[in-house]
């Protein structure tokens, strides 16, 4: 017992920073924000109860609500693979020993650097524009032009492109990753004579699985929470016909342009559940895919 | 041609190609930058600036009012280097406690820690900022850069994943040469964990340099802006927009965190081959 | 409710800084918050204020500030001034926590929401003492009445107008533009301007020009009291969205999924040439000027034969003095300062709009550049030619704003009828104007 008191005493004192922290300034904004959702709330007078009534009208009588939810799932759906396997590859490209490869590194990160500034939106509207490069390179490829900002399936999949075209991080956790793993391991399976794909198999995904868990739940919540490309591009509308409006987008019109907080709240709190829901899933599946040195296979 | 240079031409040929490929906006973004703000829309297929200018970069240092672009980026600069601080200490910590130690209510507490992840985070901002209103913080940095020391759980979960693919056989050793606990985590994982913590130092510059936010929230005095609050500030809702000034202004924050890229991917990728472990 | 939640909270606080104080030693940031209340000393008083806009505007913007410094040696004013979203985006928190700035650029579409809360503070007790309104109109400073009070201090005035390319539209074969002509007539010119190839306009931004439109026939779009919509008939809103839908079939006006493609304004046929008119605001007309000066823009009035019906003086933007100033009388002085004084004006130069006060318009005349002159003259002329705008947009206007823009989206892609369209804007709201 008494080993037992001393490990939870050292565990705690760790974690402490982390639950001090979540007191000091997560937990009251967060029961605030649950009860916000029960009210109606413009931001400037006392939040009035209303019960469950954000929650129904959610599903019953906003068909744009419903709209943020589809949009959102296909821009998760599609997004989130692409990008982790993009990332992947390109991470295994970059795992060698080439002088030059340190430059390529950067270069390829440059694009997860300029993701988040303003200039994306204008210069993504350039390029995906009726003159755009992206046009013309489809005209010369004999197909026709596509009006990328102009229809609402379009514009949600150039959203995913931009998504994509910015692996950078999920490449370099790849690459600590990649990094990470024993050179003796392959040294051994070379000996062994095993061809490059047993290899891939048989070493690197296994002992690169707590990294594709890490950035699989990680790109999963992101990428629902997604806010700024969609914004910027739209122009902050989520049009064209809201084709895409990501649930982020809607959350924060519903919040700050038209002052439902209550309702942002408790939209809020569905995506919360969701998201739960996906990540517990996520990790419940990692039991039977995931393997930890540390825990001897486990 | 021996097969194996055959081979390495393919990898640099193709490496590079699909780099020019990803890069086109960035070059479009520099090429711009270097452009007439009139010619940036006419010309927008052209890569080569025509007249080529300078002015861009001339008008955007100047910043706006009384502060220059280099005040900007000193402040950033600050914010930055004092978040990195606190998210290598703080998370390098709790990620520890997560991975290697046993205690009750572990599971729950992670558990916890990843649901703050998914909450909204518009939704919090208000009684987030009431809080810090009611500590008298506003108008300062301390609702920016005070949390970074609480651990960030993006990172903390990053760095569990990591030690938790350190074998502890090595843990055990130390504990028979003498360590406690807290030296198991500077002797032992810390030193192992340089990639991670690399990778962390990356990501929290980045974000904490892009971050618009927090900055637009909790900073008023336009002296104490940061570079993304600026950059906005190129950008009219009701007459001509200064694209020029904003693309240039654009890629000169850029550089920093090219910069900080290029040093610290070194050590993302060379921290365990050269510390000669062998699992 | 709030306030316990704070109070309960300060304590959880302040027992925590308490225990980890030692732990982060970061709490002297080099940039670190002057104390931004008085300063203290004597009866020196700092006031706030904050504004939106861009480069050149901050610029002459802190120069007045600096001016009014010198004349009332007693006030420091702050500034605060970010870019449009970023602005809406702190001040939100801000009024939630009753941290407003003293002085507060505001726009139309958002002061009723500040002011139907409380936010903002009367103005009317500061006329005749702190702000002289005497050469201001009665009209302009009714712009900024919501119910009882006057609760932003009209900054400038802005009409809707036509800006075209005199060359093109001689070139589709009409030598001039009427000064008055009606909807039909529109449809006419539009038309021949779509036989010769050319765009005639790019559209016309729903909200504002339906609102015109209804204007031209004795409704508009929000009831004065802001509680429903402002107009009976349904049939205008199916004939005005027929008419911009015909406008798109015919090729006049490039199509929805067309604009959407553009980067910005810069971006359009009108700004290359291969276009006549845009239909916006009169102070936009500097900036499509400032953009292409090998066109030379003309301005002329928008569709409709009930010209002054229509027409009306649309505030750009206004100061209000939050209702937690402490301070408002100063900020009043400020706003006086920045509405009369001769000097300031020189160096504002009508960027926020056509000055309100008549002897400054006057002086200004001759200090202003060819464009910004003309948007005078327009607006002057229109002075005459309008009528009162009404109340400002009721609480909910964004998101009416937004209904409406999805709306006429959907028209023009012909996913639905005017007819259903009209009958579906009037539930939604009248359901978000109601509540």
Redesign the interface.
Known sequence: MQTHMKQNLWGYLFISPFIIGFLAFTIVPMIASLYFSFTSYNLFNPPEWIGFANYIEMFTSDPRYIQSLKVTFIYVLAGVPLQLVSALFVAMLLNTASRAVGLYRTVYYLPSLIGGSVAVAIMWRNIFGDEGIINLALQGLGLDPVRWFGNPTAALWMLIFLAIWQFGSSMLIFLAGLKSIPQSYYEAASVDGGSYFQKFFHITLPMLSPVILFNTVMQTIGTFMTFVPAYVISKGTGGPLDGTLLYSLYLFKQGFEFFHMGYASAMAWVILVVIAVITSLIFYSSKFWVHYESEGGR | MRPKHIK?II??VF??G??VL?????F??IA?SFKET?Q???T??NLIPKPFTFENYAQGWQG???YGFDTYIM?TF?YVL?VL??HLI?CS??A????R????G?GI?FA????????????????????F???D??????PL???A???HP?F???LV????????ELDEAAIIDGCN?FGI?TKIILPLLV??L??TS??TF?WTW?N??GP??YL?????YTV??A?????????????G???AM?VV??IP??II??IF??Y??????TSG??? | MKKSLLGLFGVIMMVLLAACGGEDGTENTSGDADNDTDGGTGGDITLRIAWWGDQSRNDYTLEVIEMFEEQNPHITIEAEYAGWDDYWQRLAPQAAANELPDIIQMDLSYISQYADNGQLADLEPFFGEQIDISDIAENTIEAGRINDGIYGFNLGSNVLSTHYNPEILAEIGIDEMPERYSWDEYQEMAELAANADYIFDTGMQSDVFFNLYLRQHDGRLYAEDGNGLGYEDDQLFVDFFTIIKEQVDSGATPSPDETAQYAGPEDSPVMKGEGVAVHQWSNQYVGIQEMNEDINFEIAPPPGEELEKGLFLKPSMYFSISENSDHKEAAAEFIDFWANDIEANKIILGERGVPVSSIVQEELSTEVDAAQAKVFEYVTWAEENSTPMGAPDPSGAGEIIELLGNLSEQIAYGEVTPEDAAAHFRTQAESILGN
Do not use: C, D
């Open positions: 390495k990898y640099h490496v590079s699909l780099a990803l890069l086109y906006p960035v479009w973004l711009s009139g940036i829309f006419a927008a297929g706006m009012g009384n402040n600050v004092l601080l606190g703080s910590l709790i520890f406690g997560f991975a130690l046993k205690f009750t572990r507490w916890i820690m990843i649901m703050t992840l998914m909450l909204p985070s518009e939704v919090l901002m208000i009684p987030q900022y009431i809080i209103a009611q500590l913080w506003l108008n300062s940095l301390k850069v005070v949390p020391y609480f651990g993006f903390i979960f990053l994943q990591f030690i938790r693919t350190i074998p502890r606990t985590f990639p991670a690399a990778t990356i990501f980045y892009s618009l936010l637009v929230l008023n005095s336009p002296g104490n993304s609050m950059l906005n500030m190129f950008l009219s809702n009701e007459t001509v927009s200064n694209w000034a904003m693309f654009s924050s850029l965190v090219f890229f290029f991917q070194r993302v990728v060379e921290g365990i081959s472990l062998k699992g």
